[in-house]
């Protein structure tokens, strides 16, 4: 259900997610100048586990957070994690949007949201009806993030499910 929005610009964030000043520095540069084919903006997630940034394992994975109001829409299937899909062009900001869940610091409450993690999108993966051509939306080896993300997942979900998780891993 759509919630009305009376501002030109969308920034999506999660309860654990925070703006750093470098990034509010580039936000405020590049909207005044986007041209209007620019509908979204792709900006670096820094993960923060246990007080410590994380440095690799794909933990500064560019995300579409950023993005002109009705020019973008939510990927239902993508659950639980939310991915939006946006109408036009896209540019990237160079600045850091640090996730820190401070929760994590407790190792069980971390283990008990990761099973709870798993076993959702298990259930999606189950439920998921077999479509020929994979998820909905654009997909390039060589596109934006999200679109390199679709390619794979239309390769991926070609594969008999028995083949997928040694391969996974």
């Not at 900006?43 to 007080?51: C, K």
């Not at 596109?143 to 679709?150: F, I, K, S, W």
Request: glycine content about 6%; charged content about 30%.
């Amino acid at each position: 259900q759509a919630v009305p929005v009376a501002t030109d610009w969308v920034l999506a964030l999660d309860a654990d997610q925070r703006v750093t000043s470098a990034l509010r520095d580039r936000i405020l540069t590049a909207l005044p100048a986007a041209p209007p084919e620019v509908a979204g903006y792709y900006v670096e997630r820094q993960f923060i586990f246990r007080g410590r940034r994380l440095r690799w394992g794909g933990c500064t994975r560019p995300m579409l957070k950023l993005f002109r109001t009705g020019r973008a829409c939510c990927d239902e299937q993508e659950a639980p994690d939310h991915r939006f899909l946006v109408h036009g062009a896209v540019a990237r900001l160079q600045a850091p949007l640090l996730e820190d869940n401070r929760n994590e610091f407790d190792l069980r409450a971390w283990v008990q949201k990761q099973r709870g993690y798993a076993q959702r999108l298990a259930d999606n993966e189950w439920r998921r009806p077999p479509r020929p051509g994979g998820p909905p939306g654009v997909s390039r080896p060589f596109g934006t993030p999200d679109e390199r993300v679709l390619w794979r997942k239309r390769i991926w979900v070609r594969l008999p499910r028995h083949v997928r998780p040694p391969l996974y891993f």
